[in-house]
């Protein structure tokens, strides 16, 4: 069972940054998928960017160049580095683990989720 903790939502300016966490426990095993998701109020959930297990990144067009997901593997931590953020960018962001269907797909199926948390844009 692995326990996921998001971190690092609050409100910004449009323009304006912010960095999310997501420190993840119960496996010894280090090196699986990752994922951030977001979900705005009336809209389906949609993948955000990815790192499967061999270090591949992938990021949803809408926020390619804006946004940067790394991992801290020594600390197995998950970040999202949101940079230029937009009003369309409010959300409630996830982090997902263990990608089990469609993984190179950036709305696969994970395994494990987090609560949460809510990342405001205003303009």
């Known amino acids: 069972q692995v326990r996921l903790v998001e971190s690092g939502g609050g409100s910004v300016q449009a323009g304006g940054s912010l960095r999310l966490s997501c420190a993840a426990s119960g496996s010894t095993y280090n090196e699986y998928s990752m994922a951030w998701f977001r979900q705005a109020p009336g809209k389906e959930r949609e993948g955000v960017a990815l790192?499967?297990?061999?270090?591949?990144?992938k990021y949803a067009e809408s926020v390619k160049g804006r946004f940067t997901i790394s991992k801290d593997n020594a600390k197995n931590i998950l970040y999202l580095h949101m940079n230029s953020l937009k009003s369309e960018d409010t959300a409630m962001y996830y982090c997902?683990?263990?990608?089990?269907?469609?993984?190179?797909?950036?709305?696969?199926?994970?395994?494990?989720w987090g609560q949460g948390t809510q990342v405001t844009v205003s303009s």
């Open positions: 790192k499967l297990g061999d270090g591949t990144l």
């Open positions: 997902a683990a263990f990608c089990r269907f469609d993984c190179w797909n950036l709305n696969g199926t994970y395994d494990f």
